[in-house]
């Protein structure tokens, strides 16, 4: 399965190009904007388990510096401040990394 399965490709490429500026992204409007905000929860289960490259049922620090590159690899890395920022709005258990639960609160709230 792939991100362009569930989301369109002109959606994800506008949602890259509004975060392309360092320290620019904004996890609300990158959903948004990409179309993940308006999925199935089903479907967001789905994009999850696409991001958790290690499948270790939570997306850690490491590889949500990567968060871009997973829709485009040609996008670029997120700051160590947007990765910190993107984690501490979702870990709701302060456990340093977003479960499958926390993602998915993330992206419909």
Do not use: H
């Given at each position: 399965?792939?991100?362009?399965?569930?989301?369109?490709?002109?959606?994800?490429?506008?949602?890259?190009?509004?975060?392309?500026?360092?320290?620019s992204f904004c996890y609300k409007k990158?959903?948004?904007?990409?179309?993940?905000?308006?999925?199935?929860?089903?479907?967001?289960?789905?994009?999850?388990?696409?991001?958790?490259?290690?499948?270790?049922?939570?997306?850690?620090?490491?590889?949500?510096?990567?968060?871009?590159?997973?829709?485009?690899?040609?996008?670029?890395?997120?700051?160590?401040?947007?990765?910190?920022?993107?984690?501490?709005?979702?870990?709701?258990?302060?456990?340093?990394?977003?479960?499958?639960?926390?993602?998915?609160?993330?992206?419909?709230?």
């Amino acid at each position: 399965m792939s991100l362009t399965s569930i989301l369109s490709a002109e959606a994800i490429e506008n949602a890259i190009k509004d975060c392309q500026a360092p320290e620019s992204f904004c996890y609300k409007k990158f959903f948004k904007l990409c179309g993940l905000s308006s999925k199935t929860p089903q479907e967001v289960k789905d994009v999850f388990q696409i991001l958790d490259e290690d499948n270790s049922g939570f997306i850690e620090e490491s590889e949500l510096k990567f968060f871009l590159q997973r829709f485009v690899p040609e996008a670029r890395t997120l700051s160590e401040a947007e990765t910190k920022t993107f984690i501490s709005a979702a870990d709701d258990d302060s456990d340093g990394r977003i479960g499958a639960e926390e993602f998915q609160t993330m992206v419909q709230s």
